[in-house]
């Protein structure tokens, strides 16, 4: 009997086959061509032969008997209510033909026995014919697939309950057929059967095709189904041929319709007894497999004793079994090569003999949990040896059980790992050490397959590239190498292929903005895993450094070639000057030369002014330096500004009130904003606004570090803003150059910014200037705070150290330096950073998985969206999320300009550390 067959050894659960369907439908088929053959005769009348009616009621009784039985013993293992009511139909059947026979007239008495009276026959006859089409009926609603609901209770109980049912209902059908036999009315007469008797019989053939059509209906079918419709179809020709149609007992129709009721009964006990049959046959050959694979399972165990016997003695490992209490009881090779005792030392001691006194505990707990059938796989722990070492084991014990069951002791295997350990250990600490070196490295570390295929790329891609390690994992190198240098890094990787030593070269790599990074690389090639390792290191700040170092020196050297100049054209001046006026006396009465006198004084005063800036620029003017009211100063010299600039540019000052005092040449200072706002009104030819600021501001070591001639400390922040047409990106390097002029010939000089620059570099200051083209420009001025102040309540609030957080800050930037900047410092505060060059990067984050809580914005980016514009959408698509601007002007000009709306928070830049982290904070808590 094949595994998986088990449903297949019972018929009400055996889904029929087609060929099952065709032969009950060839049985119904040949029954129904007999009957319609027959039907015409129903009626003959034929010599009475009670014998006939007591040899098919014996046979029929004891065909639904054995059918009883056959059920029953389905039902005892299914536990199906609906086989116990078909079993419960067919004893039913049983009894009543017993019955039906005791009472049937002139067979064992003239009137039948059990006081039977002329109708108690037939009435018994409609009983039991109406009867077990009920409980078909019954059975056709209760069973399923799998053979219907099942009992709870006991199955010995239900069959008992089951026969009570059975022979109480008969015995009520005895009681109303015999006791109260006259209130029946009459089926029968002594002229042959009454009307009564076509109606009774016609209720009882529709049962039966009611029962018919209910089964049909319930699929699935199963053999039994199937054979249960045949019986159904049987029992209709029956009472149609023994109750419809005929018109008398021991007609052709009454002999015709008791063969249809035997041979119904013989249907279902049929196939039951040829399914124990085909039971008896599988259990034979089922016999005969067990046997044969029990002698092969045998032949195998004794193989397989000997195999494992082998692998005991040949294992590595030492293989020891004990009993509950302890006591060795094997004691292979491996045990004695490992713990240095022999087995004949072994065997009969306790297994404390390799236990260390601390582990005596754990020993017990062992065993404890192998004596409740625990197994224990895998577990370490230490044991001594012979000569006290120590050594690190892995253990994996489980129980050993005797042929009943019964746990008797352990069998344990014991693999030294003590060198393992050591190896692992240090191989961990080796790989911790490289994952921390990968991990925090701010160099980019690479690693490459042999067609260029990125396998490993460090975190810190992010910050040198903009772009994350997933995003060039499963990438070729030569995406985001810069195509100017891809000849060269192939070339570099060929060589180190062919087992040259790797040089360190410069590889230029493309940023996520389109910029391209340079990188100085050092490489390397391993054969065994077919990789190449580099390291790069970001070279943009050495590269920004070196600028600027350079920026430093020309501006030194033409400082000092403008001073020197300078410095000679003065001598030259003050002969010039000196002497004219001698010369314009002694011509005074000749009109054409004293007209030349007073060009050559105008000119020379010219000169003076020239030597001037010349010399501011090269901070060798003679300054005079006092404590001066920036905020008098700044109302003053605008005062001077108004008829200059004319009524189509608007003047706003925006003064602090607490505005410290300046250490500063008050004259050189107006001359200075004098030129600031000069250069602003030419920049708005069809008008504009001119915002002066003045305030008190601290710088810190962040802005010193990206501003290396900045010194720490509180300053006094002049800045002249304009909204003209602002400086382009290749222009604004060089303003501060002497002679620099973006303006026509003859309309200035280019010497205007210059002497700014150098007036406050002498001045122990700073100066920075911030322009987009076709916003405008602010220009800020910090000049040192007078000594021997106290300071502002700004001032304080500046240097106190700023509460960060633990917030997470999306920083949107353009310049990478500043965005790095900011960055940093956001970070050293305690919170967490995402950063974006531009907007659509941004919103690229804003819809990805990352929380945020604030979105750090510039005012004006490249691209199609700005700032104002960004905060606009973000918050569309998160709408609680809080936001911060910052921008390269001052908070004034911006909110004047337009650009943002009122109650928006902007951080104006430069800004320091504490400026940074009170604006974070408040934003993250309005």
Known sequence: MEAGDDRNIFL???????????????????????????????????????????????????????????????????????LLILASGYLFTAVATVVHALTFPNLFATSGLLNAGPQTTVWLYIIWHGGFPLLVLGYALLKDESGGSQIKGSVGLAIVWMLIAVFAAMAAAIFVATKEHDRLPALITEHGFAPALFHAALTVWLLNLAALAVLRLRQRHSVLDVWLMVVLCAWLFDVASSALLNSNRYDLGFYIGRLYGLTAASFVLGVLLLQ????????????????????????????????????????????????????????????????????????????????????????????????????????????????????????????????????????????????????????????????RIFQTSQDLILVTDTKGTFVQVSPSSTAILGIKPEEMIGHSATEFIYPDDLDSTREEMRSARRGHLMRNFETRYVHRDGHPVSLFWMGSWSEPVRRH???????????????????????????????????????????????????????????????????????????????????????????????????????????????????????????????????????????????????????????????????????????????????????????VSDTGTGISPANLERVFDPFFTTKEVGKGTGLGLSMVFGFVKQSNGHIKIYSEVGHGTTVKIYLPRATGLPDTPVESLASMSASGGSETILVVEDDNLVRRYVVTQIQSLGYRTLEASRASEALEIIDGPDHLDLLFTDVIMPGSMNGRQLVDEALVRRPGLKTLFTSGYTENAIVHHGRLDTGVLLLAKPYRKADLARMVRLALDS
């Not at 086959?17 to 027959?38: E, H, L, M, Q």
């Not at 090779?333 to 404390?352: K, N, Q, S, V, W």
């Open 533 to 719: 390792f580099f390291v790069g290191r970001d070279l943009t700040e050495k590269q920004a450094a070196e600028a600027q170092f350079r920026q430093a020196q020309k501006m030194d050297a033409i400082g000092q070639l403008t001073g020197g100049v300078a410095h000679d054209f003065n001598n030259i001046l003050t002969v010039i000057t000196g002497t004219i006026g001698i010369l314009a006396d002694a011509v005074v009465d000749d009109p054409q030369l004293s007209a030349i006198a007073r060009m050559i004084d105008d000119a020379a005063e010219r000169g003076a002014s020239l030597t001037k800036h010349l010399l501011a620029f090269a901070r060798k003017q003679p300054l005079q330096p006092r404590e001066v009211d920036v905020n008098a100063l700044v109302i003053e010299t605008l005062k001077l500004l108004r008829p200059t600039l004319g009524e189509h540019i608007q003047i706003n000052p925006q003064l602090a009130a607490d505005a410290s005092p300046a250490l500063v040449d008050p004259n050189q200072l107006t001359t200075a904003i004098l030129n600031l706002s000069l250069n602003a009104r030419d920049a708005m030819p069809t008008g504009g606004k001119l915002v002066v600021e003045t305030g008190n501001v601290h710088l810190d070591e962040g802005y010193a570090v990206m501003n290396r001639d900045v010194v720490v400390g509180n300053y006094i922040m002049i800045a």
């Open 276 to 435: 124990n049959i085909n039971l008896q046959a599988r259990l034979s050959r089922l016999l005969h497999t067990l046997r044969r694979e029990s002698f092969s399972e045998q032949q195998r165990h004794s193989e397989r004793e000997r195999l494992f016997t082998a692998v005991v003695e040949s294992s590595n490992d030492a293989i020891i079994t004990k009993k509950l209490d302890g006591t060795i009881t094997g004691w292979n090779p491996g045990a004695e090569r490992l713990f240095g005792y022999t087995a004949a030392e072994a065997i009969g001691r306790h297994i404390d003999l390799i236990v260390p006194n601390e582990k005596l505990d754990e020993l017990n707990d062992i065993l404890g949990r192998i004596g409740r059938g625990e197994t224990i796989e895998y577990y370490e722990t230490s044991r001594v040896t012979r000569d006290g070492r120590r050594v690190i084991v892995s253990l994996s014990v489980s129980p050993l059980r005797s042929s009943s069951g019964q746990i008797i002791g352990a069998s344990k295997i014991a693999r030294d790992v003590t060198e393992n350990r050591r190896t692992q250990a240090a191989l961990t600490q080796e790989i911790e050490e490289r994952e």
């Open 12 to 82: 009400s659960t055996l889904p029929a086959t087609a060929r099952d369907r065709k032969i009950a439908f060839g049985v119904v088929a040949a029954s129904a061509i007999f009957f319609a053959a027959a039907l015409p005769f129903c009626r003959l009348q034929l010599p009475a032969v009670p014998a006939f009616v007591a040899s098919y009621q014996s046979a029929l009784a004891i065909c639904d008997v054995i059918t009883t039985i056959l059920l029953l013993s389905q039902f005892s293992l299914l536990r199906s209510w609906a």
